[in-house]
């Protein structure tokens, strides 16, 4: 797992050109990584992969479990209230802040066999699509704090076990 300060973190992915098994198989070995670290999403350059892929299974604000991939995606609607919610990241564990989303997000894109797909996502859902679509463009949620919130976070990432891990390898 890439964690802050990773280089493959911080830069825009890659657009997927190549829809064949090797596709396949990145997106079931995220689905893998991502519920081994129990978490609700995950983005390709989590995993030191610069391709525009991410997997999610997160419900909503209603319990309603959403659970797909996209491929290529593009944010192409947030609105609705904005909401400072906790949110965390595989990438910064045992981290959280509150940050702000929209409440409301539309992502397009593609499945692994190259078909166009639309998702709508509210509440909590929403704040996991804009999540996994900021990995993508090279920004982790801490690039949204401002402040204190921000200067806590990224304090306390430093101060983190696993931020030594990640300076040493």
Do not use: K
Not at 147 to 164: D, F, K, N, S, V
């Amino acid at each position: 797992m890439s964690l802050l300060g990773a280089p493959a973190l911080h830069s825009p992915c890659d657009d997927v050109t190549d829809f064949g098994p090797s596709l396949a198989r990145l997106v079931e070995d995220m689905f893998a990584t991502m519920y081994a670290a129990n978490g609700v999403g995950l983005a390709a350059n989590q995993i030191g992969v610069p391709l525009r892929v991410f997997v999610y299974d997160c419900p909503d604000d209603d319990e309603v479990r959403h659970l797909g991939h996209l491929v290529n995606p593009v944010l192409v609607e947030a609105d609705g209230d904005t909401v400072r919610g906790p949110e965390g990241c595989l990438s910064l564990p045992g981290i959280e802040a509150g940050t702000p989303r929209f409440d409301r997000a539309v992502v397009e894109g593609r499945t692994v066999a190259g078909e166009p797909v639309r998702i709508t996502g509210t509440g909590w859902f929403a704040r996991c699509l804009q999540h996994e679509c900021d990995h993508l463009d090279g920004r982790v949620y801490t690039d949204r704090l401002t402040g204190l919130r921000r200067t806590r976070a990224l304090r306390a990432a430093r101060r983190a076990p696993w931020a030594r891990t990640a300076a040493e390898g």
